[in-house]
């Protein structure tokens, strides 16, 4: 790896970070200046659909199983993001993985807060389980612990469609007591987020006597709640300040007899990922997270 491109790579991925210095829409232009790109890889097809009342991107790859379609949340720290900024990422999963790939336009804090999001996802997968034999859920960052309340609030039988979580860098406690926020700037080695990004962020995206929520901090969710819950697959980067919440919410799952794979790659960036045109790994993961969802289906 070039160090040079590593420089690039965070400072594009930086972009995905809301600062306190930023405003709002400064920052979600700056992400869709970034992210957005007309052209898509693989020859993937996009097309837009109302699901659930909810627009909707559906990316279907050439080649694709008609047993399985992925519900994916975007991150953009709950205050940015669009479909058309994720969208050649989701286009890469889903040709990777021969997936069609859900990707809805959900609505974004400050203006709407918790619950919105969480809403809207309900309402589009409420739809799609008239429809899709199996499901995966995919998220990164603050759109993981979306994804992560939205299979929380899925309960009993209804869960036996959901077939996984795959969640990238996931964010999955906003409280105070959360590792990723107590953990000093000068202790951490990630050069792309901090404790006060996160913090500030937490506050945008909910009321502080809301963060223990387990549906806005999935960490306080209790193990009867998670019983029964989808395995979850995660991929990260070793580095990353959200790995100590990650591997205590890994350990929880475990305790409660849901498996829970984390895939840590070395020398990497939080949601590297998304810098594939500077790293070379990025191409690897994402092929990595591909086989794994087909291997899924085959129960390998």
């Known amino acids: 790896m070039v160090q040079q491109d590593k420089k690039k790579a965070i400072k594009k991925i930086q972009t995905m970070i809301f600062s306190e210095k930023q405003m709002v829409d400064d920052f979600r232009k700056k992400i869709e200046t970034v992210f957005a790109t007309p052209f898509l890889p693989n020859n993937v097809e996009c097309k837009q659909e109302i699901i659930g009342g909810i627009t909707c991107d559906v990316l279907l790859p050439e080649v694709y199983s008609k047993n399985r379609s992925m519900l994916y949340i975007h991150g953009g720290s709950f205050i940015g993001g669009s479909c058309a900024s994720w969208r050649s990422f989701c286009a890469s999963?889903?040709?990777?993985?021969?997936?069609?790939?859900?990707?809805?336009?959900?609505?974004?804090?400050?203006?709407?807060?918790?619950?919105?999001?969480?809403?809207?996802?309900?309402?589009?997968?409420?739809?799609?389980?008239?429809?899709?034999?199996?499901?995966?859920?995919?998220?990164?960052?603050?759109?993981?612990?979306?994804?992560?309340?939205?299979?929380?609030?899925?309960?009993?039988?209804?869960?036996?469609?959901?077939?996984?979580?795959?969640?990238?860098?996931?964010?999955?406690?906003?409280s105070a007591d959360a590792e990723a926020i107590k953990m000093s700037d000068r202790k951490s080695k990630d050069p792309i987020l901090t404790a006060t990004q996160l913090q500030r962020c937490s506050e945008m995206y909910t009321f502080t006597q809301n963060l223990t929520n387990p549906l806005v901090s999935p960490m306080y969710a209790s193990p009867d709640k998670l019983e029964g819950f989808p395995e979850v697959y995660i991929q990260m980067a070793e580095n990353e300040r959200l790995l100590p919440d990650v591997e205590c919410?890994?350990?929880?799952?475990?305790?409660?007899?849901?498996?829970?794979?984390?895939?840590?790659?070395?020398?990497?960036?939080?949601?590297?990922?998304?810098?594939?045109?500077?790293?070379?790994?990025?191409?690897?993961?994402?092929?990595?997270?591909?086989?794994?969802?087909?291997?899924?289906?085959?129960?390998?």
């Open 93 to 174: 999963i889903a040709h990777a993985s021969c997936t069609k790939v859900i990707v809805p336009e959900i609505r974004l804090a400050p203006k709407f807060p918790y619950p919105a999001a969480l809403d809207d996802a309900k309402s589009v997968i409420k739809e799609l389980y008239t429809s899709e034999p199996e499901i995966f859920i995919g998220a990164d960052g603050s759109g993981a612990l979306i994804a992560i309340a939205l299979a929380l609030a899925i309960k009993g039988s209804f869960r036996t469609k959901l077939k996984e979580l795959i969640l990238f860098s996931p964010w999955l406690d906003v």
């Open 249 to 300: 919410f890994q350990d929880k799952l475990r305790k409660v007899g849901v498996p829970c794979t984390i895939d840590i790659w070395k020398d990497m960036i939080h949601m590297f990922q998304m810098a594939d045109e500077y790293l070379e790994e990025a191409h690897l993961a994402i092929e990595q997270v591909g086989k794994h969802i087909r291997r899924m289906e085959e129960g390998q």
